[in-house]
């Protein structure tokens, strides 16, 4: 039979070839598992055994080339959303709102959003996106222009309609007679 010591390591193993790990990280993994396994071997569960949080700074998580997820430790994202909803079931802001990042700060790695930059600048968006905007105002200019005019346009027409309805009113009654 295999031992504790044994188990852990095949356990951590498992773990660290689908996540990219240091080796003082590994040492630290399997003396977690290690302790867990004594404890429900003891009869005690998990709940005694600590949970090492993520020392990893802001600074340290964005990387140039990945991005690390501060809830679990794992690196080598281009960007963080998809990982952090099928993973953690998290929202971005709720991320940021967690750890303090500014909510200017993009979840994404910095060579990631420097290409995608270019990219978009290559393309000609960005003065695809002023002539939009700038067609978007002048619609808006123009629909104000049109609300005001015949806004004020019908206020003067109703004035005369009113007296005109008024003579046929009483015409009405006396061709009756």
């Known amino acids: 039979m295999a031992t504790l010591v ?18 003082d990280e590994l040492l630290a993994e399997i003396a977690k598992v290690h302790a867990a396994l004594k404890n429900l071997e003891a009869g005690q569960g998990v709940e005694g055994v600590e949970e090492t ?14 991005v690390v997820c501060l809830v679990c430790g794992k690196g080598g994202f281009k960007t963080l959303a998809r990982h952090l909803s099928t993973a953690h079931g ?13 909510s200017k700060q993009a979840l994404s790695a910095k060579s990631y959003s420097e290409s995608r930059r270019k990219m978009a600048q290559d393309r000609g968006l960005a003065d695809n996106l ?4 700038e067609v ?22 109703k004035a005369p309609a009113a ?8 015409a009405a009654p006396k061709a009756k007679k």
């Open 53 to 66: 949080k993520s020392s990893l700074s802001i600074k340290e998580a964005f990387k140039k080339n990945e």
């Open 90 to 102: 998290m929202k971005p802001g709720a991320y940021k709102k967690q750890f303090g990042i500014p």
């Open 130 to 133: 002023a002539k939009a905007r």
């Open 163 to 170: 007296k005109a309805k008024a003579p046929k009113a009483k």
């Open 6 to 23: 044994e188990i852990a390591a095949q356990l951590v193993a498992s773990h660290a070839s689908s996540t990219p790990m240091t080796s």
């Open 136 to 157: 978007r105002m002048a619609n808006i200019e123009a629909k104000k222009e049109t609300v005001a005019k015949p806004a004020k346009a019908a206020k003067a027409p």
